[in-house]
Nanobody, 126 residues
């Protein structure tokens, strides 16, 4: 069983930065696809970015280069660096994962991921 625990959320003013972390357990040694999603109040959940073991990344088009996904494999930790934040970025941010060869090969924001963290809240004020 994979366990994901997010941290790093908080309140920041527009234009500021935050770095989210997601500590994973139960996935060591497995091929994986990991991702960040977000859900604002009253809106549908949307994908932010994905990454897999080999470091290949993908981003939602709306990111416009402001967010960067990265990982520390030795520490089993996923990161999301968020810069130039806008009030529209306010949301609960979730870390998600899937394991195995197929998950790795088809890693993308259109994939249904079975493992989720509890989320960390990001609030951006104007």
């Amino acid at each position: 069983q994979v366990r994901l625990v997010e941290s790093g959320g908080g309140s920041v003013q527009a234009g500021g930065s935050l770095r989210l972390s997601c500590k994973a357990s139960g996935a060591a040694g497995r091929m994986y696809c990991m991702a960040w999603f977000r859900q604002a109040a009253g809106k549908e959940r949307e994908g932010v970015a994905t990454i897999r073991n080999d470091g290949r990344k993908s981003y939602a088009d709306y990111m416009k280069g402001r967010f960067t996904i990265s990982q520390d494999i030795a520490e089993n930790t996923l990161y999301l660096q968020m810069d130039n934040l806008d009030p529209e970025d306010s949301a609960m941010y979730y870390c998600a994962a899937d394991l195995g060869v197929e998950a790795y090969a088809r890693c993308g924001l259109d994939r249904v991921l079975p493992f989720w963290g509890q989320g960390t809240q990001v609030t951006v004020s104007s």
